[in-house]
C-alpha cells in the first residue's frame, strides 16, 4: 500500500511535468526539450530555501516556482530570436550546461547534491506519503483546470494561432514574443512547483535526476498520450510512470521503451494516443456519439 | 608538449570532423538534425570489436562496422525520415532522440554495461617531429581523414554524383523536376554519412582502446555544436569548426583545466553562438531568422 503510494507521488510529478510541458509544446508548440533542468532548478531552489535559510515548504514552493518562472522568460526571450530546431538543440544545450552547473558549482553541494531536506508539516501535523499524495494531486489539479481554463480564453487561441502560424498570427496584429514568452513562463514555472514538491518527497537532490534523458521521458510521455491535450498529458505521465513500477521486467528496459515508444508514436500516430485526431481518440467519440445517438432514439 | 598538444588536438578534431561532415551532409539534404547518427558511431565501435575479435584485422573491422552502420543508416532514412518529412524540422529531430536513446540501449543490454577493448596494433611506425612521438594511432585516424575529406571534396566538387547532391541540397524540388532521382540521393547521403560516423567510431575505439554503450552521449549533442559553429550544411566550415574545437578543447584541458566539463563547454558556446553569430563562424548560411 505505502509503495502505491510512493509511485502514485512520483506520478503526479510527473503529470505536473507534463501538463506544463504541453503548454509550451503542445498550445505554442514551441520544441522544449528541457524541462528536466527546470525541474531540477525548482528542486534546487527548494532544497537550498529549505535547509540552509529554513523555509517552510509553503514558502519554497511558490519562490521556487516563480524563480524558474523567470529564468523560464529568459528561455523564452532566447526562443524569439531561433528557428525552431534551433531552439530545439538550445533548450537541449540548456539542460546540459544546468546540470554541469549543479554538479560542478560548490553552492549546488556538487554531484552529492543537497541533503536531508526537511518534511513540510501543517501546524503540529508532519507530512507522510500519503499527505504528499493529496498535496500532490491538489497541485495536478490546479495545474490541469488552470490549463482548461487557458484553452479557452484569448491566450490560449493566441498560442494555438501561434503554433499553426506564427506569421499570420503576427499579421494580424498578435504580440508572438509576448504570448511566447508567457507560455515559457507558465510550463517552465510549474516544472519550478514540482521541483519542490519532489525535493521535500526525496529529501534529497542531485545533479543526475535532472539530466537531459528525464526530459527525453517527459517529452515521450507527452507524445504519447497526445501532445496538445490535457487528458494526453495525464495519461501519458500516468501509463508510462506506472509501466515500469507495476511491470518489474520493464524498469530493466525503461529507456528503450521510452525511445521506441517515441519514434513509433512520432512516426505512425504523430498525434498520441488520446490527441485529436488520433485513432484512439477517435474511435472513442464515436462511440460516444452512437451511445448518445440511440439514447435520444430510445427518448 | 606544445607540438604534441597540437598533434592530439588534431587527431580529436579530425574524428570529430569525421561524425559531424555526416551530419552536415545530412542536414544539407533534409534539413533534419539527426542525433541517431552518433548511434552509427557507437554501432560502429561495437561490429568493429565483433571483427576484430573474429579476424583480429584491424582495417576488416573498420570497413565491417562502416558498412554495417550505412545499412542502418539507410534503412533509417528510408522508412523513418523521409516519410515524416512533410511535418516540419522538429518532428524528425524528436524521432531521432527516440532512435538514438532506443540505440543506447540496445547496446547496453545486447553488449553490457561494461567497456569492450578493441587492443588492436596498427602497422605504422611511431614517427618522431622534432621530439614529438606521433603514435601509429594518431597517425591512422589523420590519415582516414584527410583521405575522407579529400575523397568528399572530389565528389562533390568534381562529379555528375556530387552536382546531384548539391542540386538537391540547394532545392529539392527543383532537383527532382530536372530529373535527379531525390530518394537516390538521399538514401547516398546517409550511407556516407552513417558510414563516416562509424568509421570516427571504430577509430576511437582503437585509440582509447574502449568501447562502452554511452560513448555516444558526448559525440551526438557535441556534433550540433560543431555543425552549427560551422555554418550547417558546409562541409569545408564543417571541418574548419572540428578542427576548431578539437584543438580548443585540447590546449584548454591541458592549460587552463577545468571550469565546467568538455562539454558543457561546447554547448554554453553553442548557446552563445546561435544567440550572437546564428550564421556560423564559417559561412554566410542563415540558420536563424
Redesign the interface.
Known sequence: MSYAVVVGVTVTIYCLLTLGLNVIAGYAGQ?H?GQAAFFGLGAYVAAILATRYGLPFWLDLPAALVLTGLVGVLLGA?SL??????L???T???N??MV??F??VPFFGGAMGITDVPLPSLGSYTFDNSAFLVVGLLMVCAVALFSAYLERTWFGAVLAAIKDDEVAAAAIGISVPVYKIAAFALGTATAGAAGSLYAHFMSVVTPASFS??ES?VL??ML?FGGLGTIRGALLGAVVLGVMPEVFRFVS??R??L???????M??FQ?AGLLGEGSWLHALLRRRRLERGGLGRAAA | MLLANLVEGMTIGSLYALMALGLSLVYGIL?V?DIANAGAYTLGAYVGVLTWRLTSSWWLALLAGAAVASGLGWLLQRH?YV??LA?????P???S??????????YR?LFGPYILKLPARIPLPTVRIAGTVVSGVQLLVLMVAVAAFAGIALLLDRTRTGLAWRATAQDRETAEAMGIDVGAVTGRIFLLGYALAAAAGVLVAIHYNAVSPTMGDMPA?KM??II?LGGLGSPFGTVAASLLIGLVETFVAAYVGF???R??IA??A??LI??LR?QGLFARGV???
Open positions: 520544441p526539450l532566447i530570436r531561433l528557428r525552431e530546431d534551433f530545439a538543440i538550445t537541449i544545450g540548456l546540459f550546461v554541469a552547473i554538479q560542478y537531459f534523458s527525453v517529452l515521450s507524445v530493466d528496459y529507456m528503450l521510452y525511445g521506441v515508444l517515441l519514434l513509433l512520432v512516426r504523430p | 534539413r538534425l523513418l516519410p515524416i511535418s516540419g524540422p522538429i518532428v529531430l524528436i524521432a532522440i527516440g532512435v538514438f536513446t532506443a540505440l543506447e540501449e540496445a543490454l549533442y550540433l555544436a552549427v571550469l565546467l566539463p562539454d558543457a554547448f554554453a553553442l548557446i546561435l544567440l546564428p540558420a536563424a531568422r
